[in-house]
């Protein structure tokens, strides 16, 4: 016999598991994110729901969720599970995605893209084919999802011979086998460089992991390789405690019950969102976001957002974003509605089902070869970073929005938005290879101010909101370095009516091991992606600084009295010897020795509102606390006070704030005179290397990747 | 209901949110089952009028029946409404320096401890815990030592005491002393208490407690090793000040002897040996572990123990005979600690949670988390509450009778009850009010099932392999709703359900918890090689039993009678979490002790998860010992009787027209009394059986039979019968 690889005709497929053609490319996934027509059948079994059926089996559907999230959480290895960056989804028989229990809302949008690419292109196919048992795994960004450090397993779900539903279980994984340790790697030009990416492939049947598979993988991601396994698991796991629980249910109730309960949350997910966007103002709405690094280098990036709004549908067009380059810092249109959906899902929509339905009424304008819709080839492992200019864009875009209407409790300035983390790798104390990151900065950053409060401090990991960051002592129980601190990082909210929660500060030192490899990924070390809203200020400034040679183990062991405590004292004092290098956040792979010190920060959050209007005992509350500095106290929010007693001097608070908004207004100019000045203003051409064209950020010469 | 022989008379009190509950049983084998309404202001009151109403129902006054007792047992929620009213002591915390914003950062998401899906989902409206020990309030030692338990930095003394002074000045009252890997290596802690006790003696300033993390917690993990130490020291006085109050009352009344404590641990010890953080939550527990108890005497070793309130519903579950998983995340108030608490589980349902429509999502029918409280209440109660709740659906529907609900002591008004879901939930749908309260117990009976499947899932079971023991005030009235949702054969409602957490307490032993992280890799990564190591394991071992004999004896005990169990926080190499198994061994001596160790690990690990999360070939790591000393479970009997040839009729009280879901309309209904119930007897649903606190709820296809014990059992009948 010989070999034969002739397409034959497959099963044909019923209605409600078809999904429309789209031409697959990394530009167009994004239109998958659109619920599949309603056919006959399927509108039947919604409308065969019973009065009540919808409430109480959704809540149902919630705590199956709940479940299976608990079993993934508990049973994963990578920090990321702890962090929050995971999804347990359950979709439609043709890949809508009906509810899910999100770490992180982002695989809201990747996690139906693959399940409906499967079942357009392998249900039919006969050397594939969708059976009860199969076990699917992917972790590539051109079939929908984010970057490849993202993996999930996703299983169909059978009962009586018939397709009812699919489950998946995804979560970040620092290691694919990349160029450099930690999955994203820095240095990436091309995707080539980025490590092991899997299209869509069936890694099991009759519900066993293929051994063969499992190992492949395991051999791609060999610098933690315990990792790769055990996390493969546990994703399995994951999907198919969610596949036997729905299984469960369609015993209990009926496959076409199951099939229109799942059809019903899409449905009415889509009419509950566009019902609430229905009653905001209709207009268009701008907002402009900057990062600074392209990872290998610092750079000025800019993602520009207009919102136009009308009656119950928005526009997103990102034109004026800064062209695709060839470092990782690339996205496609897909991966940034999935960054849009941060926002939506935890802020106006919070309420509403974790569905691609909710995400129906967007429309999504990214232009080719700009860095939001790069080309196919390009290297997107550092997406998620580069993306804070979609987290923030949209967040300002669309608090604007939302801020005339009911639901102005549902706005804030933005997050943190830096994704601040130490990568490390090698031999730890224990003899066992390791990659991994550090959770302590990743999740404390600080959160956006609100309306009506503060920002949280240290609230979570802007990616995941609820992001969990590990203690001291699990890290160096496991990994072969000492932190010197952990602490909040005064003044790093940004001031407003309302600040901006507070980011933190660490610094870790190796030990017990000669050498560590380790990079870190951050940015708003130039210019804070992380902007105020409605005049507050942005959060301040990030960099990075490392001592290398340091004499710490000395002057630990000897009880010294001046050892650094905070990231200033580092940088200002100088009492250690060493070599001092102030960098920017994100650093290359190096090696460390023992007592190296690295310093990582974490951003605050977006200030809210005029300073002057800060009610200044909050401001000496701050100053008390140590939140503020005394030069922030009076400098910016302009309050008076006896330097001793802390007790506030009402009188000459009001003169200053009065004196400070008459300076304001010798500053004012008619509208058409700032124009003139403004435009004549550019960064420094350095920074514009990567820009595109002044002011309009088109490309200049095209992008070569190898 | 219980007789203990040779006992004198025994009180178990538990003071819950809403009701103060008194369970009183004497020698001669009578019991009597007392509610009375908690006093928040000062608990001590609700406590007596408990044991007023109870010495009265036996023509007793409250000195006669304290001079027979023998035993009070007491879970209290005295620790909650000191953390609800933020009226602990100003404490300061000490911390290695560098990382004194511990509290503040809180793991970062801190914001999700203790609140629901709805409310961590609603990111614009978060809020952190707001620390115990304010800014300022804070001090940072200039100390390290690594997770070798070596020292690094030696501590700087002089530096210490600078800013000890500082503190006290500004008005510290208390220490908590928890500092990086204090639990390897306390020289430090020690010494910081040396310190302060030598600066600030008793008589200086007054005794002020000094609590360290090593002594308290000595585990891994600096963030709940410190939020457990701060809660005792919060609490520690307002504790022990409320039950000095206890004594002093129950001293006037000729009591002299001492009250047990209930911990959370499933245990109970004496006052002084009582931490106030393992008082929290005593009450569900104690509850837990008198379903475990009466599980095994009538035979069931799986059971699912489900209590239904006022305001919430709560979930524990037991398998052969034993309450084995602790919370895996326990949080008090919002504060997330390190204490093994057992499992039970509580969601927002219960008589009093409100039903709304969610407009967000189609003018969907939601029940809960909100609740009316005690106040206002249900509608029906009168109080001023507008907002229908699942005890003014059940009104409405006539499960409970607005005349006989709580012994005639709170009349209910059903018209109250019918404006409210009609206003809110009825009209707003356009269906009838019948339909709409129907709608709401279908919601809430089906929340508490799924809450119900979720909690036995997770731990690798399956409901249907239980039966399900309902108690507190509701739980009677809805057991069959949820119960059956889950496919469980045997629902049982014994006669004391009303009080059922303070019966619970009466089967409780004395037992001491001891707990100590230590890191012991069980199988080598990549070899699977058994440890040799077994000197580590069984110093670890030795170093507990001891603490817990030394304990024993000092309470009185003898040792030699303890049951003695270890149990084993392990994970594969890797992992973030470990899980907790009951270790076959309490001591290793060969490689086969090794791999039985293992062989238990895998097999409920492999049950819990999933076989294919099995993966020694990362190794496998002991982290934390888990080791409980406790005395043999006090004796009791359960009220037992024959049949005696009556006929359930002469328990019929009445009859009057209820509404059946499977009928959709109002059906007439015979009425019991549970009081007038005797063994022997059988009802086929539809029925409804009322006693002084609770109304039993026997739906069509179900029935009822009466235990010798005076349990009502509920079973579904094999053939589905047609309503009445």
Redesign the interface.
């Known amino acids: 016999m010989s070999l034969d690889q002739t397409s034959l005709d497959g099963p044909e497929i019923p209605e409600y598991m078809r999904v429309r053609p789209i031409e697959i490319s990394t530009a167009t996934m994004v239109q998958w994110l659109k619920p599949e027509p309603v056919g006959e059948a399927e509108r039947s079994w919604v409308e065969q729901l019973e ?2 059926d ?3 089996y ?3 559907l ?3 969720l ?2 299976a999230r ?2 993934f ?5 990578t ?1 990321l ?2 962090a ?1 960056d995971l999804i347990v989804a359950i979709y439609t028989a043709n890949g809508d995605l009906a509810n899910a229990s999100a770490g992180t809302y982002l695989h809201c949008v990747t996690g139906c893209l693959p399940v409906k690419y499967v079942m357009h292109k392998y249900y039919s196919d006969p050397t594939v084919r969708v059976e009860a048992g199969d076990i699917f795994y992917t972790n590539e960004a051109r079939y929908g999802g984010i970057h490849n450090p993202d993996q999930m397993a996703f299983m169909p779900v059978f009962h009586e011979g018939e397709l009812i539903a699919w489950t998946a279980a995804l979560a970040h994984q620092p290691e694919t086998g990349a160029i450099e340790p930690g999955g994203m790697p820095i240095l990436a030009r091309s995707r080539s460089d980025e490590g092991m990416k899997l299209t869509p492939i069936k890694i099991g049947q009759d519900y066993r ?1 293929k051994r063969d598979l499992l190992d492949m993988m395991v051999n791609f991601i060999d610098r933690s390789p ?2 790769q ?2 996390d493969t ?2 994703r ?2 994951g999907a ?2 969610l596949r036997v ?1 729905v299984q469960e249910l369609a015993v209990a109730k009926g496959n076409d019950f199951v099939r229109g309960l799942l059809r019903k949350l899409v449905l ?2 889509e ?2 969102a566009r019902r ?1 966007i229905a009653r905001w103002n209709d207009g268009t709405y701008r907002a402009v976001a900057f990062a600074d690094t392209i990872g290998r280098e610092p750079a000025l990036v800019r993602g520009m957002l207009t919102a136009t709004k009308r009656h119950d549908s928005i526009h997103m067009d990102f034109s004026g974003t800064s062209p695709e380059n060839d470092s990782s810092y690339n996205a496609f249109p897909h991966i940034v509605a999935a960054h849009a959906a941060i926002f939506l ?3 106006p929509f ?4 974790a569905s691609n339905g909710t995400l129906a009424p967007f429309e999504w304008d990214i232009p080719e070869g700009s860095v939001l819709n790069a080309a196919p080839n390009a290297a997107i492992s550092n997406s998620p970073p580069l993306c804070c200019i979609v987290m923030t864009s949209v967040t300002l875009a669309l608090s604007k929005m939302m801020f005339d209407s009911e639901d102005r ?4 300035a933005p997050n943190g938005n830096m994704g601040s983390e130490i990568i490390f790798s090698g031999t730890s ?2 003899e ?1 290879p ?1 990659a991994d990151l550090d959770g302590c900065t990743l ?2 950053e600080g ?1 956006g101010a ?1 309306p009506d409060m503060d920002g ?6 802007p990616w995941a ?10 890290y ?3 990994y072969p370095f ?7 990082r005064r003044d790093s909210g940004g001031f407003g009516k309302w600040q901006g929660g507070l980011g ?1 500060e660490t610094a870790i030192a190796p ?2 091991v000669p050498t560590m490899f380790w990079s870190s990924i951050g940015k708003s070390t130039h210019i804070s992606v992380a902007s105020g809203l409605f005049g507050g200020y942005p959060s301040s400034a990030s960099p990075g600084i490392w001592v290398s040679g340091t004499d710490l ?1 000395e002057k ?2 000897r ?1 010294d ?1 001046d ?1 650094p ?2 990231a200033v004292s580092v940088a200002a004092d100088r009492a250690l010897q060493g070599e001092y290098l102030l960098e920017h956040l994100t650093r290359l792979t190096r090696i460390g020795y023992s007592g190296d010190l690295i310093v990582q920060l974490a951003a605050g959050g977006g200030g809210y509102g005029d300073v002057l209007e800060r009610d200044p005992d909050l401001v000496l509350n701050d100053l ?3 939140q503020i500095s005394s030069w922030t106290a009076k400098e910016v929010y302009q309050i008076r006070y006896e330097e001793d007693s802390l007790i506030l001097d009402e009188t000459a608070t009001e003169e200053t704030r009065d004196s400070a908004r008459q300076t304001r207004l010798k500053r004012g100019k008619p509208w058409d005179e700032f124009i003139s000045e403004w435009s004549k203003l550019s960064p420094n051409p350095e920074a514009l290397k990567y820009f595109g064209t002044w002011p309009e950020g088109v490309a200049e010469t095209p992008v070569v990747r190898i | 209901m219980t007789t203990e022989p040779n006992l004198g008379t025994v009180i178990d009190i538990d003071i819950g949110g809403t009701f103060t509950d008194c369970y009183v049983r004497r020698a001669t084998g009578d019991s009597t089952a007392v509610k009375t309404p908690t006093t928040g202001f000062r608990l001590a009151v609700g406590f007596r009028q408990g044991l007023e109403e109870a010495a009265k129902r036996f023509g007793l006054t409250t000195s006669e029946l304290l001079l027979e007792t023998s035993t009070i047992r007491y879970s209290t929620t005295v620790a909650m409404n000191t953390l609800l009213q933020r009226s602990g002591p100003k404490l300061c915390l000490v911390t290695t ?5 511990v509290l ?6 801190a ?2 401890d203790a609140a629901v ?2 409310e ?9 815990p707001d620390p115990l020990v304010k ?2 309030m804070i001090l ?1 030692a ?1 100390e ?1 030592i ?3 338990g070596q020292i ?3 501590l ?1 003394e002089d ?1 210490f005491l600078t800013e000890l002074h500082k503190v006290v000045d500004r008005g510290a009252r208390g220490f908590v002393i928890s500092l ?2 204090s639990y390897l290596n306390p020289s430090h802690e020690i010494r910081i208490r040396e310190l302060i006790e030598s600066e600030y003696p008793d008589e200086y300033l007054g005794a002020m407690p000094i609590m360290l993390s090593s002594e308290v917690v000595p585990k ?5 090793r410190t939020n457990t130490c701060i809660l005792n020291a919060y609490l520690h006085q307002s504790m022990w000040e409320e039950l000095a109050g206890m004594a002093d009352e129950l001293r006037s009344y000729g009591y002299p002897k001492g009250i047990m404590l209930v911990h959370n641990s499933g245990g109970m010890a004496e006052v002084y040996r009582t931490s106030a953080a393992a008082t929290f939550n005593g009450g569900p527990v104690a509850g837990l572990i008198g379903g475990a108890a009466l599980g095994k005497r009538r035979g069931d070793g799986n059971v699912i123990v489900t209590d239904m309130g006022g305001t919430s519903f709560e979930v524990g579950v037991i398998s052969d005979g034993r309450a084995r998983a602790y919370q ?1 995340r326990p949080v008090i108030d919002r504060y997330w600690v390190d204490q093994s608490m057992l499992e039970v589980k509580s969601i927002g349902a219960g008589g009093g949670s409100i039903a709304w429509l ?1 407009e ?3 003018n ?3 029940v809960g988390p909100r609740s009316a409280g005690s106040l206002p209440g249900p509608a029906a109660l009168g109080l001023g509450g507008t907002e229908p709740t699942v005890t003014d659906a059940d009104v409405v529907l006539n499960y409970i009778s607005p005349e006989s609900y709580f012994s005639g002591k709170a009349m209910l008004d059903r018209e109250l009850a019918y404006e409210a879901i009609k206003s809110r939930i009825a009209d707003p749908l356009e ?1 009838s009010v019948e ?1 709409a309260a129907a ?1 709401i117990k ?2 809430v009976d ?2 508490m099932a ?2 119900i ?2 909690e036995t ?2 731990r690798g079971f399956d409901p249907k392999d239980f039966v399900l023991l309902a108690y507190g005030g509701a739980g009677a009235t809805h057991c069959v709703g949820y119960g059956s949702r889950l496919g469980i054969q045997r629902m049982i409602v014994c006669p004391f359900s009303p009080v059922f957490c303070a019966w619970g307490s009466s089967t409780m032993p004395v037992a001491h918890i001891y707990e100590l992280s230590r ?1 012991v ?1 069980l199988l080598a ?1 990549g070899t699977k090689a058994p440890t040799a190591e077994f000197e580590l394991f069984n110093s670890v071992v030795d170093e507990l039993e001891a603490q817990a004999r030394r304990d024993l004896r000092g309470e009185g005990y003898n040792p030699e009678l303890a049951n003695l169990r270890l149990e084993l926080d392990i994970k ?6 470990s ?1 907790r198994i009951e270790s076959p061994l309490l001591r290793l001596h060969s490689t086969d002790d090794v791999m039985a160790i293992y062989s238990a690990f895998e097999g409920d690990y492999a049950a ?3 076989p ?2 099995v ?1 020694p ?3 496998v790591e002991v982290h934390n010992f888990v080791f409980t000393a406790s005395m043999p479970e006090p004796e009791w009997e359960l009220q037992i009787s024959e049949p005696d040839g009556t006929t359930v009729d002469t328990a019929l009280t009445g009859e009057r027209s209820v509404y059946w879901t499977e009928a959709a309309d109002f059906l007439d209904t015979p009425i019991y009394g549970q009081s007038l119930l005797k063994p022997g007897y059988q009802i086929i649903g539809p029925a409804v059986i009322e006693a002084e606190y609770t109304t039993t709820v026997l739906d069509p296809g179900f029935e009822l039979t009466v235990d010798n014990n005076f349990n009502l059992i509920i079973q579904q009948l094999v053939k589905e019968p047609s309503c009445r």
Do not use: C
């Not at chain 1, 949280?456 to 990991?461: D, E, P, R």
């Not at chain 2, 609603?122 to 952190?128: D, M, P």
């Not at chain 2, 891994?220 to 709940?224: A, N, S």
């Open positions: 009065p009540g919808y409430e109480i959704d809540e149902k919630k705590n199956i709940d479940e608990e079993i959480v508990r049973s994963g290895v920090n599970l702890t929050g992991i315990r990792m396994e055990i698991r546990a399995v796991t198919d405690r629980r009415e997910a009419e509950s609430r899902f935890a802020y919070h309420d509403l089902p409790d549902k706005i804030g104390q224990h066992m390791y999740n404390t959160q609100r949280v401090n240290a609230y979570g990991f909101h609820a992001g969990r960051a590990p203690d001291a002592e699990f160096e129980d496991e000492l932190r010197l601190f952990y602490h909040l933190t030990r017990h183990w630990m062991n009880g009295q050892l405590e905070d008390k606390n140590g | 320096a560098g990382f004194e914003d503040d950062i809180a793991r970062g998401a914001w999700m899906v709805r961590i989902r609603n990111v614009a409206r978060i809020s952190k800014a300022g940072g200039k390290r690594d997770s070798f690094v930095r030696p700087d530096q990086l890997f891994r993990l600096e963030y709940t895996f969610n967000a999502v189609g969907r029918i939601e269906i339909e709608r279908r919601t089906s929340n799924d809450v499947a979720r899932f997770l890191r890799e990564a594969y190499g890797g992992q973030i979490h899980h819990f998860f999933s294919v999360n993966f070939e990362g190794g």
